[in-house]
Structures are given as structure tokens and as C-alpha cells.
């Protein structure tokens, strides 16, 4: 199976900015989505952000206009840039891959927001 390393999260006040990593171990299977999501405590795990390899993206209702997704296809990597953050998008965000014959999912990396 496909391995996932996050980083980037941390502390940041509202209104401030953050951008995750995820790479993702060598695959053979050049059509795959990538993406983020998110679990805050008590509630389940929701979509933030995908993008396909030929780059094309999807994102959550509440995070578009302030968060980027994209992907580096050489190093096998997925970005989100999250700008303008608000206390809600606090949460665990675990990176996520998808092709024809696994899913998989990194272990997470914490985002706070403080107000």
C-alpha cells in the first residue's frame, strides 16, 4: 500500500495562514486523487480539499475561497494552503489517496485556530 507523511499543522490565530504536506510513497498507477480531510472531536471525518493527478480539484463548500489544494506529480506530494482560518476549521487533517485498487489515508496532523 501507498505510504502518507503529513506536515505543517500548528497553532495559528483566526485569519491566519497555514499550508500542509503529504507525500506519498512511489506508485506505478499514474491516475490517482489525492487530497484532505478533516475530523474534528465527537464528529466524523469530512472532505476538504482533492485533486485529481491531471490537476483537477474539489473542495469543501465551507473552506473554498480560502484554501488552495495542489500537487507536485514529481515528488509525489500534495499541498493545502489554508488561508483566512477560522476557529471552526480546527480539527485532525489527515492526507488522502485514492487510485484503482487502494484507498489510503496518512496518519494526521493537528490544526488549531484560535479566536
Known amino acids: 500500500q501507498v505510504q502518507l507523511v503529513e506536515s505543517g499543522g500548528g497553532l495559528v490565530k483566526a485569519g491566519g495562514s497555514l499550508n500542509l504536506s503529504c507525500t506519498a510513497s512511489?506508485?506505478?498507477?499514474?491516475?490517482?486523487?489525492m487530497g484532505w480531510y478533516r475530523q474534528a472531536p465527537g464528529n466524523q471525518r469530512e472532505l476538504v480539499a482533492t485533486i485529481t493527478s491531471g490537476g483537477r480539484s474539489n473542495y469543501a463548500n465551507s473552506v473554498k475561497g480560502r484554501f488552495t489544494i495542489s500537487r507536485d506529480n514529481a515528488k509525489n506530494t500534495v499541498f493545502l494552503q489554508m488561508d483566512g482560518l477560522k476557529p471552526e476549521d480546527t480539527a485532525v487533517y489527515y492526507c488522502?489517496?485514492?487510485?484503482?485498487?487502494?484507498?489510503?489515508w496518512g496518519q494526521g496532523t493537528q490544526v488549531t485556530v484560535s479566536s
Open positions: 488522502y489517496y485514492r487510485d484503482a485498487s487502494e484507498v489510503n
Open positions: 512511489r506508485k506505478t498507477i499514474s491516475i490517482d486523487i
